[in-house]
């Protein structure tokens, strides 16, 4: 499954639009992008998911380039209730490839008033 | 809450002791998988079930562990003579299995929180 590179932590404000980037330079043809938010002492949550171009739903944005070597993971107007951890997951659909998901750290995202 | 429970939400437990974790998954689920987090990483894959069958294991997943789902509904995890080492968050978390599903979604539960003294 393909390695995957995401800052650490980032730091917004209430009512900023908070980018994070993931990088995944070893990408395979069939493999998609997800992401995942987890708030403290919950389970993870899923948020989105994208082959490329550019895929939008309720909560977020995940624009994806041409070459699919990264992504990058848009939540607009973040509040506080978004400060979490959020992990880019890389890999072929679960139904596939046998069910796991393959998380790494994460990014911690603290929104502050 | 996504409709998938877990059972006990904290257990501590001596060091030496067995102990066993309960998961409840969303009724129509036919896929169950357990994971496990320490602080401060991400959620590390251990087992997962199709139906009543596990079909894959981790190598994370020592002889102390064993996970059964005998009807193809809940699942239970059981570490066997723990050690501090299995200090962890354990989650469980379920998915339906379709081929014509395009999202790769697991719906958590919440985690069992174990200490081991």
């Known amino acids: 499954l393909a390695k995957t590179t995401q800052p650490i932590s980032m730091d917004s404000y209430e009512g900023q639009e908070v980018n994070i980037t993931c990088s995944h330079n070893?990408?395979?043809?069939?493999?998609?992008i997800t992401w995942y938010q987890q708030f403290p002492s919950q389970g993870p949550r899923f948020i989105i998911q994208?082959?490329?171009t550019k895929v939008t739903n309720e909560v977020a944005s995940l624009f994806i380039p041409a070459d699919r070597k990264s992504s990058t993971l848009s939540l607009p107007r973040v509040s506080l209730s978004d400060t979490a951890v959020y992990y880019c997951?890389?890999?072929?659909?679960?139904?596939?490839?046998?069910?796991?998901?393959?998380f790494g750290q994460g990014t911690e995202l603290s929104v502050k008033p | 809450d996504t409709g998938v429970s877990q059972d006990p939400r904290h257990k501590i437990t001596k060091r030496g002791q067995n102990v066993t974790f309960r998961c409840d998954p969303i009724?129509?689920?036919?896929?169950l998988y357990w994971y496990r987090q320490t602080l401060g990483q991400g959620p590390e894959f251990l087992t997962y079930?199709?139906?009543?069958?596990?079909?894959?294991k981790s190598r994370l997943l020592s002889d102390r562990f064993s996970a059964e789902r005998p009807k193809g509904s809940f699942s239970t995890l059981e570490i066997q003579r723990t050690e501090q080492g299995d200090s962890a968050m354990y989650l469980c978390?379920?998915?339906?299995?379709?081929?014509?599903?395009?999202?790769?979604?697991?719906?958590f539960g919440p985690g069992t929180r174990l200490t081991v003294l």
């Open positions: 997951l890389v890999g072929p659909l679960i139904y596939n490839q046998g069910g796991k998901l393959i």
């Open positions: 994208g082959y490329k």
């Open positions: 009724s129509e689920h036919n896929r």
């Open positions: 978390a379920s998915s339906l299995r379709t081929s014509g599903s395009g999202a790769n979604e697991q719906f």
């Open positions: 079930f199709q139906n009543e069958a596990q079909l894959e």
């Open positions: 070893n990408i395979a043809t069939n493999d998609y």
